[in-house]
C-alpha cells in the first residue's frame, strides 16, 4: 500500500508543513506571544502558534488521510485503520521559539509498523525544508534544492558533535555525553530539530540527546536514514520511541560514539 | 562631518554587507571549505569565505571610502585620514559556519573617537540585516522590515540569557556566568552574534561573554544602542575593546546582571 501511495504520501506531507508554516509564523518574534507552563516548575511553554500548528496539520490530515493515526505533542494520540501514523511535534524548540533562534522546526513523521518510514523537518522562518524517505533526500529553500547526504568521518577526533543543552539528562548521562564530546574535534549547542539536519546535510556528525519523545526524533531518524546516517537509542536499539538518541553520519563513527556512551 | 555623511555611510556599510554575502554564500555548507588553524593547539578556523569576505569589503572602502581607517580580523589594522574606522568581522561564529548552523553573521562597524557610530548585523544564509545607529535601528529580510526595541523585562527571573559556549572564559569568569545564568529564566547557547541581534530585536534580554575581540563587539554595540539596551564590560565600563562583556535590553535588568558578575 504504501508504494502506490508514496508521491501522494509526500505531497500531504507538504501540504502538512505549508499549513503549519501559515499557522506559526504570524506569531514567531510577535509581541502577543501566550506562553503557559505545562511542567510543574519548569519551563517548557506553549505557545498558541504551537496549537494552532498542530491543528492545521490534523486538518489536512481529516480531509486527505482520514484512516491514518495520528500521534501529536500538542492533542495526543488519534486512532486509524491503516496501520500508518503521523508524528507530528508542530514546534520543536520552544525555548527557541520563544527566545526568537531560526532553528526550531515543525517535525512530520509518518511511521509504520517498523518505525518511521517519511520524514520531514521543516525551518518556517528560514523557508528550509529538510525530506527524507524512500526515494527523496533532499533540502529545498531560499537557496534552491540540494540532495542530503551524510559525512564519511570516521575518527571522533575530527568529528562535530551538537546536542540542544549543556546539562544533558541526568549526571550519569552527562557523564556518557561528556565522554564523547571530550573525544570530538567540536561540541555545539543549542540548535534544537536543527542539529539533525545538519547530520543529513553533512555539516556534523553527531547529536547527543537523553529524554526525547517519539515525537522529538521520528523526523530526524527518517531524513538521517534517507541521508546515509543512522539513529539508535545508547544501547544501539531502535530510538523511535523517544528516550537517550545518539544520530550519527554513518557506521563507524557511530560505533564509536556509542563505545564511549557506554563507558568504554 | 558624520552629519553631513550619514546616508552615504549608511550607503557604503550596505554595500559592504551585500559584498561579503555574496562572497560568503559559495562557501557556506560548500563542500571544498578549506579551513586551517589560526591557534596553536585550538580550533579557530578560517576559511577562504573569511577572507573573501573582508577583501570584497576592503575593495568597497578603497572606492568609496580611502580617507577611513579600517580593523579587520583578517588583515589587521589599515590607517585613515578621517578619524573614523570601520571594524569588521567577515565571519563572526567559524565554528558555527563550518558547522553549517545559519547564525554566524558579518559584523562591520563606523567607529569614532566616542565608540561605534552606526553597526550592522548581517546574516548572509537567512538574509536578514540587523541595523543601528543615529535614526536607524531595523532589521530587514525575508519578512519584511520591522523596528528594532529591546524589551522592558527588569527581573532576572523573566530574564533571557545567551552565551555562545558553556565554557565561558576562565573559571573565575564562568563562576560569574554561573551566578547570572542560575538567576535567570532561561539561558541558551550557541547562537554567535546572532545572540545579540535577538537583544536589539527585543527576543531575549542579555548576552554575557568573555575573552571577545574589538571586532566581535563594535557592530552589536552600535545595534543594541540604538535599539534602546546597552552593553558595557563587566566593570560596566566601555566594551568596545572586547574582553568581558555584559549586552542588556534595559539599564535595569543591566544592573542586576553586573551585580552578579560581580559577586554580590
Known amino acids: 500500500m504504501l508504494d502506490e501511495d508514496l508521491g501522494r504520501l509526500w505531497q500531504v506531507a507538504e ?25 510543574d516548575g519548569g519551563f517548557d511553554p506553549v505557545t ?14 481529516a480531509r486527505e488521510r482520514p484512516q491514518d493515526a495520528i500521534l501529536g505533542e500538542e492533542f495526543g494520540a488519534t486512532p486509524g485503520t491503516s496501520g500508518l501514523t503521523w508524528v507530528l511535534d508542530p514546534i520543536d524548540g520552544t525555548r527557541g521559539f520563544i527566545s526568537g533562534t531560526p532553528t526550531w522546526g515543525v517535525l512530520i513523521a509518518l511511521t509504520g509498523a517498523e518505525g518511521p518510514v517519511l520524514g520531514l523537518i521543516d525551518q518556517p522562518h528560514i523557508g ?30 575530527a568529528a562535530i558533535l551538537f546536542t540542544t543543552f549543556p546539562e544533558v539528562g541526568t549526571p550519569a548521562e552527562r ?5 564523547v564530546s571530550g573525544a570530538v574535534q567540536l561540541t555545539r ?11 543529513a546535510a553533512g555539516q556534523i556528525d553527531l547529536v547527543i540527546e537523553a529524554g526525547l519523545n517519539a515525537y522529538d526524533i521520528q523526523a530526524p531518524i527518517a531524513v538521517i536514514e534517507a541521508a546515509g546516517g543512522l539513529v ?8 523511535h520511541d523517544g528516550g537517550q538518541v545518539l544520530a550519527a553520519a554513518n557506521p563507524r563513527i557511530h560505533a564509536r560514539a556509542l563505545a564511549l556512551l557506554q563507558g568504554s
Do not use: N
Open 232 to 239: 539508535t537509542d545508547w544501547q544501539g536499539g531502535k530510538a
Open 189 to 199: 549547542y543549542g540548535m534544537d530539530c536543527y542539529a539533525y539536519a545538519l547530520v
Open 48 to 61: 498558541v502558534a504551537d496549537r494552532a500548528a498542530e491543528q492545521a496539520m490534523r486538518a489536512v490530515l
Open 175 to 179: 557523564a556518557a555525553f561528556d565522554r
Open 15 to 39: 501540504t502538512m508543513a505549508d499549513a503549519a508554516r501559515a499557522a506559526i509564523l504570524p506569531y514567531f518574534r510577535g509581541v502577543a506571544l501566550e506562553t503557559r507552563s505545562k511542567l
Open 128 to 157: 528550509e525544508r529538510f525530506q527524507g524517505g524512500p526515494g527523496r533526500a533532499l533540502v529545498s529553500g531560499p537557496h534552491g534544492e540540494r540532495p542530503l547526504k551524510t559525512r564519511a568521518t570516521t575518527d571522533l577526533d
